[in-house]
């Protein structure tokens, strides 16, 4: 991490196929104060991902191509991507769906519909636990 | 006197072969020849140690013979004057002393002259002769010297041929002892062996060189001996005696007869025959186990018999066994029916039947014997002693053979042919009702086995359509969610005044987009929770739950609910109410959803609810009671099935979505447990819900 990024506000990578899902989450991110890139797919999120290194990953799970748990996967299974936090949002209401996204590694899960105020909320909680886990490792 | 007469005399006593007769002859030339009036010739008997009377002159026979002196009574005058070989005369009775003796010459003086022998041999004799006052004679000196060589001349003959014949005697007797092969011993009375045969010797003797086991066998067998002799309680008793052979070691047994006599002087002795009977206890043993085995062998043979009337007995067709000559010497009940005129039952009908029967059987017999084969097969019209009916039967004819090939008897069996012929007809019967018994069976399992493919195609997919339901259920939850999401994210984007500011209306009526939307959120939710109910996919999480700590957060969670109304609610909570195990997120589910229908269709007045022991044993109870608008009876049942609601409009005022109730009846279920509703239209309603404290094993 460096200087620059300690100082800028949080970068959020909102990834989801639907347009106005997108959208709305990035809107009001962006409305709220953080700095936001979008994905439409899961090889446009890894793209991103790697080469924005973002704070915090907003992950749709049914994407074509690469979903978003077997994104969400390589993404933990990268040394320079493992530590983001990552939030599964997902239309799936069946606790199938919830495990399976733990399995592959996502921090939490957020379930559609899904109000942005709320989403928001869990953003930071997930920016301030990978804060202290941070400051954890480096004293 | 010349010494023609002395010649003659000489002549004479040599030509004497008996010691009496020379005794005889010498007394009577005394008489004649020297005057002697009386006289007595006694003779030395070696062999029984005395002096006994020979012959007398002038004295009585019996006298004579009487006397007899102990050669040993040293002390006798008689025997010293035989000792001193020199005559002495006796003179008178005061001569006698010390010791006074009688002679069968009286009492009368008289002279003992001892008869001595040729060369001074000891004397043989004693001769007395009256007239002891006076000298005497030169004659009768020289006669009884004379008489004394002869005698002890023809005693010394005697002697030896007694000796020769004793000698002789005893070599006989030997043999003949030794020859019987029973042992035979004579023993003294301290039991000490005088004389044994070779029998006895091989048995109570040994040498010294022999082996020690002869030794000590022999050593054995004469203490065995001795003890018989010293128990046997006096001869004449026979007695069993235990001895072993030295040379085999084996045992022999004996009877030991016994026998007393006198031994050597007059002694007691015993004889000991001992007969070996060893052989024949063996044999009277061998004898007797043979007889045993012979009984043993007929109790077999009976017992065989029995066996073998038990089996004829036992076999329904007739049996008949015939000896060589046809006749019948065996049958069984079922043959006697044939072949027999029952005691007492007869009748010249049944005589006349039985005596038919005998000689078709006996013509069929005759055949089996005359013929080369050992079996023989044959029909035989019989007729039925009893009743005259035809009894046709087949006959099995077989020879019975010894070891040595005679025919020693044949046995028949008779089949009864009508019976046969019945059975056969039975059997048909029989077994066309099983055919068709199995046909039905058959089409049954068919049927079955149709019926079965058919359930289970229909199993299948009514499986399969309860999965495509979940799936499309899931599906449609899916693609309701995420237009919903886009209407309320918009619709909060704007509230929050991400595009700008709003009027007051605008504001109103995007509220109620928003108010709309969670509505419709709420419904997807409840559906979903419908399906996933019904198709089984519901997990559940057993856990230990307390009670009254899940009522306070379901409290906490309606508290801006209860804020809003003016209604009072009350809490009881039973202190005895335990632990229950369930699944709390279900059980929260259901009280959440009673308490917010309540606390919705409650206008004034109050809530409760009410936590406590039910009545049945291992159930709890929670009671949500209110005081509102309440369920008419014929509603009563409907509230609980999908989108029912009492009152719609109201409802839909409130805010339900007519799916909590039945899905709080579901969840209960899911759980063991079950909701009760007590209500009055206008007075309220009281809902229950009872659950188990422990969920029932599968």
């Given at each position: 991490m460096n200087d620059s990024k300690a100082t800028e506000a949080p970068l959020v990578l909102v990834v989801d196929d639907v347009d106005h899902g997108r959208e709305i989450f990035a809107e009001y991110l962006e409305f709220r104060g953080f700095r936001v890139a979008t994905a439409a797919d899961g090889l446009e999120a890894l793209e991103k991902a790697f080469e924005?290194?973002?704070?915090?990953i907003l992950m749709?799970?049914?994407?074509?191509?690469?979903d978003g748990w077997e994104a969400t996967r390589r993404l933990k299974q990268d040394e320079r991507t493992r530590d983001i936090p990552v939030i599964a949002l997902t239309a799936h209401a069946l606790a199938s769906a919830h495990d399976k996204a733990r399995e592959v590694g996502c921090n939490a899960v957020v379930t559609k519909p899904c109000l942005p105020q709320e989403l928001e909320q869990e953003v930071r909680r997930q920016l301030e636990t990978a804060t202290k886990n941070e400051s954890k490792a480096q004293p | 006197m010349g010494s023609k007469a002395k010649l003659a005399f000489v002549d004479a006593l040599l030509a004497e072969q008996e010691t009496r007769s020379c005794a005889v002859l010498t007394l009577r030339w005394l008489a004649r020849y020297a005057g002697i009036a009386r006289a007595m010739c006694a003779m030395v008997d070696g062999e029984n140690g005395r002096l006994a009377g020979l012959t007398g002159l002038g004295l009585s026979p019996a006298a004579v013979d009487a006397f007899s002196l102990d050669l040993g009574d040293r002390t006798h005058p008689l025997i010293i004057a035989l000792d001193g070989g020199e005559p002495v005369a006796?003179?008178?009775?005061?001569?006698?002393?010390p010791r006074p003796f009688a002679t069968p010459l009286g009492n009368t003086s008289f002279h003992a002259i001892p008869l001595a022998g040729a060369r001074n041999a000891p004397g043989s004799g004693l001769l007395l002769v009256s007239g002891g006052d006076s000298p005497l004679l030169g004659e009768v000196l020289w006669a009884a010297e004379l008489l004394g060589i002869r005698l002890s001349a023809l005693q010394y003959n005697r002697a030896q041929i007694d000796d020769r014949r004793h000698k002789r005697e005893r070599a006989w007797l030997f043999s003949i002892i030794n020859s019987v092969t029973d042992p035979i011993l004579l023993t003294d009375a301290d039991g000490r062996i005088l004389i044994a045969n070779t029998g006895a010797e091989r048995l109570l003797t040994t040498e010294e060189d022999r082996s020690e086991g002869r030794r000590r066998a022999v050593a054995l067998n004469n203490m065995l001996f001795s003890a018989t002799l010293f128990n046997s309680?006096?001869?004449?008793t026979s007695q069993e005696l235990v001895l072993v052979?030295?040379?085999?070691g084996q045992e022999l047994l004996f009877e030991v007869l016994r026998a007393p006599v006198r031994v050597r002087s007059g002694e007691p002795g015993l004889v000991s025959v001992l007969r070996n009977v060893t052989d024949l206890r063996r044999a009277s043993e061998e004898i007797e186990e043979n007889y045993r085995r012979l009984r043993v062998a007929e109790a077999a043979t009976r017992a065989e018999r029995d066996r073998l009337d038990l089996i004829l007995n036992s076999v329904f067709d007739p049996v008949l066994v015939t000896d060589p000559e046809g006749k019948i010497v065996r049958m069984n009940p079922p043959a006697e029916r044939m072949f027999t005129v029952p005691t007492g039952k007869g009748g010249e009908e049944v005589e006349r039947r039985v005596r038919i029967n005998d000689a078709v059987f006996t013509s069929f017999v005759s055949n089996l014997y005359a013929g080369q084969s050992l079996l023989w097969r044959g029909e035989l019209n019989l007729i039925d002693s009893q009743t005259g009916a035809p009894a046709p039967f087949e006959a099995f004819s077989g020879k019975v053979l010894s070891k040595q090939g005679e025919q020693t008897a044949a046995v028949t069996i008779l089949h009864d042919l009508a019976e046969a012929v019945e059975k056969a007809q039975l059997y048909e019967q029989v077994k066309h009702h099983s055919e068709e018994l199995r046909e039905r069976v058959r089409e049954a399992t068919a049927e079955l086995a149709e019926q079965n493919e058919l359930l289970r195609r229909q199993a299948f997919q009514l499986e399969q359509a309860s999965a495509m339901k979940s799936q499309f259920l899931a599906n449609v939850s899916h693609e309701l969610r995420t237009p919903l999401n886009a209407i309320m994210g918009y619709t909060h984007l704007l509230l929050e005044g991400v595009s700008g500011e709003l009027t007051r209306p605008q504001r109103e009526k995007l509220a109620r987009v928003d108010a709309n939307s969670r509505h419709l959120l709420a419904v997807i939710n409840d559906l979903l929770d419908i399906a996933r109910i019904e198709s089984g996919k519901m997990p559940l999480q057993a856990d230990r739950v307390l009670l009254p700590e899940l009522i306070d957060e379901v409290m906490t969670e309606v508290e801006p609910v209860i804020a809003g109304t003016r209604l009072e609610v009350i809490r009881i909570l039973s202190p005895d109410v335990p632990e229950i195990e369930t699944d709390r997120q279900k059980v929260k589910q259901i009280v959440l959803n009673l308490l917010s229908n309540a606390l919705k269709f409650t206008p004034m007045g109050s809530v409760s609810i009410r936590l406590g022991n039910a009545g049945e044993a291992g159930e709890i109870s929670i009671a949500v009671s209110d005081t509102g608008i309440g369920i008419a009876e014929e509603n009563q049942t409907t509230i609980f099935e999908a989108f029912e609601q009492a009152n719609s409009s109201y409802s839909r005022r409130q805010g339900g979505t007519g799916l909590g109730l039945t899905i709080c009846r579901r969840l209960a279920h899911l759980l063991d447990g079950r909701i009760t509703l007590v209500s009055r239209l206008g007075e309220g309603s009281t809902f229950t819900l009872f659950l188990p404290c422990a969920p029932r094993k599968a």
């Open positions: 924005l290194l973002p704070d915090v749709d799970l049914s994407l074509p191509g690469i | 006796f003179r008178d009775s005061s001569q006698f002393l309680g006096g001869g004449g052979d030295p040379s085999e």
